[in-house]
């Protein structure tokens, strides 16, 4: 993907909309995960992926659980590190930790 910044108006719709296309899900499906009714989930999720809205954090967060994801690879600007964090959310206990410890002997 690249250290260049995400270069949209809609970092956080387009993190969204890249994640639920990954998984194969429908907006319906994501928005009644999150606890939108199923009437409205679908428009609510556009209208977020598209940009005219914003979640709010506690919405935000409720996405990032249901997809997977790190609430921060919503907010990151940076597609090489949005990767990162996916990556290092699937290392798990002692690993990630001497990921981590390893990693920062290097650039420490």
């Not at 979640?55 to 997977?68: C, D, H, V, Y």
């Not at 790190?70 to 597609?79: F, K, R, S």
Request: net charge neutral.
């Amino acid at each position: 993907m690249g250290s260049e910044p995400a270069h949209t108006t809609n970092l956080i719709g387009k993190r969204i909309r890249s994640r639920r296309e990954d998984l194969g899900w429908s907006q319906e499906k994501l928005g009644v995960l999150i606890g939108i009714d199923e009437s409205s989930s679908r428009a609510r999720i556009s209208r977020y992926e598209l940009g005219n809205h914003e979640p709010q954090l506690g919405i935000a967060r409720n996405i990032a659980k249901a997809l997977e994801v790190p609430l921060a690879y919503l907010y990151c600007e940076e597609n090489d590190v949005a990767e990162l964090l996916l990556a290092m959310q699937a290392v798990k206990g002692k690993r990630r930790t001497a990921l981590i410890a390893s990693w920062l002997e290097q650039v420490g």
